[in-house]
């Protein structure tokens, strides 16, 4: 059996509904977890679908953080319902920031030229949650770029002008919540965002945080990625995560449980944080 312990609905930037995610992985026979940004609102869905389908499934959330001025994402993997509230109101400050930066985001596109209505946007996601993706649907619906990939690369992205990031939560910090409310922490494709030397360079401050592992299986990742990060996590000791990141047709070129046909990510990933789960409570 495999696992993916890293996917998104539209309770973030996903196209597909918890009960959507949760029918398409006991189609496909995963282990699943859903990790939506900064959010576990659709978890309750998700995982009433879970049992009734008869399948294993994990709530989680991924946190938007920062570590040395640069931007990592932490995922937090067996949260509890207990805990759901807790979540909401760490996350709370950091959509109102959000907000701001979107609504400025989209006001200096339009100031471009780029006839957009941040209201419509807003509109048309679940509880009005918006983020970049979003953003870049609009500008291709709208026929200014041809693809996601596109509008972030013209003009989304941070280095073209537009786009000045919200405030985020220090790495280091998010850590210590998700251990603090007994979910395990585990940092996602970080080789996205640094070199190899600056992974390692930064792993003894968050492992002191209580980081349990890192993302070395992703959608993105070459297989020289993927090597490098396996030789990382056994230097320090990490378990190993991984999962194809789906967003449904917002990333239509990632597939779940294999992204992009590359991952085949075993269910002993799984089962190694369970039992690391077990020992600590």
Excluded: W
């Excluded at 890293?6 to 992985?25: F, K, M």
């Amino acid at each position: 059996m495999s696992c993916d312990l890293h996917t998104h609905t539209n309770h973030s930037d996903g196209s597909s509904t918890p009960r959507e995610l949760a029918a398409e992985a006991k189609r496909l026979g995963l282990i699943i977890a859903l990790t939506d940004h900064n959010t576990v609102t659709g978890l309750p869905e998700f995982l009433d679908e879970a049992d009734r389908f008869g399948f294993t499934a994990i709530g989680g959330t991924e946190l938007s953080t920062v570590y040395g001025g640069k931007e990592f994402h932490l995922l937090g993997l067996f949260i509890e319902p207990k805990f759901y509230d807790e979540v909401e109101r760490l996350c709370t400050e950091y959509h109102m920031l959000k907000e701001q930066s979107n609504i400025a985001l989209v006001n200096r596109l339009c100031e471009a030229g780029y006839r957009l209505d941040y209201s419509v946007i807003k509109s048309r996601n679940v509880k009005g949650n918006v983020n970049r993706a979003h953003i870049a649907a609009e500008l291709v619906e709208q026929g200014y770029v041809g693809s996601i990939n596109e509008a972030f690369d013209r003009l989304l992205d941070e280095k073209c002008g537009f786009y000045i990031p919200p405030k985020r939560l220090e790495l280091s910090d998010a850590i210590r919540f998700l251990r603090g409310i007994k979910a395990l922490p585990v940092l996602a494709h970080p080789l996205k965002e640094v070199d190899a030397d600056y992974l390692r360079s930064m792993l003894p401050d968050l492992i002191d945080a209580g980081l349990v592992g890192i993302e070395t299986m992703h959608s993105s990742y070459s297989d020289e990625k993927i090597t490098v990060s396996k030789e990382i996590a056994k230097e320090f000791g990490l378990l190993e995560s991984g999962g194809s990141d789906y967003h449904g047709s917002i990333k239509p070129g990632v597939m779940l449980g294999v992204g992009k046909g590359n991952l085949n990510i075993d269910d002993c990933v799984y089962h190694a944080f369970k039992e690391y789960r077990e020992k600590m409570i």
